[in-house]
């Protein structure tokens, strides 16, 4: 069974930083590409990040372009996600994503980051 | 970046009644749109991909069609536990950031 569990989110003021981690499982981790998607309260989706089998390819909304950074541990079964310099509106469910010929066929639970003073 | 609208953004129907939710790309994206529904509280779920293909486990009153810039998801006797917020979302463009309809929130009348 193939699951995906998000840890890292909570209270952070503007400008600050916060790590995510999803630990994966019931899957070869690095067979696949990975992403992010948010989902801010009340509102729809939307795409944050995503990243190539082997890490080397990262890709990233425009939104969080120079702020965010996807990686990723093969031999820790773990994505990763640096968030720098948040803003209000970074405000958010983030959740983890298994994809699949592009489009995502798995998904977290999502861990919740708020922002705010 | 391709577009994706929605409609309608809300869909009020009875149980047993037929749903029709409409997908439009805003430029042609093939067959790479899939659909996911969403209950409160809980993540995403794939339905349909491939535009027309159910995922593993969903029940075939689930079905999607289209091809290029227009799609449709039709559930065609609407059961309780069908009513939650479903969204489209294309795969066709690279890089692979990709974008998602706003949702169309299918509610009990």
């Known amino acids: 069974e193939v699951q995906l569990l998000e840890s890292g989110g909570g209270l952070v003021q503007p400008g600050g930083s916060l790590r995510l981690s999803c630990a994966a499982s019931?899957?070869?981790?690095?067979?696949?590409?990975m992403s992010w998607v948010r989902q801010a309260p009340g509102k729809g989706l939307e795409w944050v990040s995503s990243?190539?089998?082997?890490?080397?390819?990262?890709y990233d909304a425009d939104s969080v372009k120079g702020r965010f950074t996807i990686s990723r541990d093969n031999s820790k079964n773990t994505l990763y996600l640096q968030m720098d310099s948040l803003r209000d509106d970074d405000t958010a469910v983030y959740y983890c994503?298994?994809?699949?010929?592009?489009?995502?066929?798995?998904w977290g639970q999502g861990t919740l980051v708020t922002v705010s003073s | 970046e391709i577009m994706l609208s929605q409609s309608p953004a809300t869909l009020s129907l009875s149980p047993g009644e037929r749903a029709t939710l409409s997908c439009r790309a805003s430029?042609?994206?093939?067959?790479?749109l899939v659909w996911y529904q969403q209950k409160p509280g809980q993540p995403p779920r794939l339905l349909i991909y491939?535009?027309?293909t159910r995922a593993t486990g969903i029940p075939a009153r689930f079905s999607g069609s289209g091809s290029g810039t227009d799609f449709t998801l039709t559930i065609s006797s609407l059961q309780s536990e069908d009513f939650a917020v479903y969204y489209c979302?294309?795969?066709?463009?690279?890089?692979?950031?990709?974008?998602f309809g706003q949702g169309t929130k299918l509610e009990i009348k």
């Open positions: 979302q294309q795969h066709h463009t690279w890089p692979p950031v990709y974008s």
């Open positions: 994503a298994k994809r699949f010929s592009g489009y995502i066929d798995y």
């Open positions: 430029r042609y994206v093939s067959k790479n």
């Open positions: 990243i190539s089998v082997d890490g080397d390819d990262t």
């Open positions: 491939g535009a027309s």
């Open positions: 019931g899957f070869t981790f690095g067979s696949y590409a």
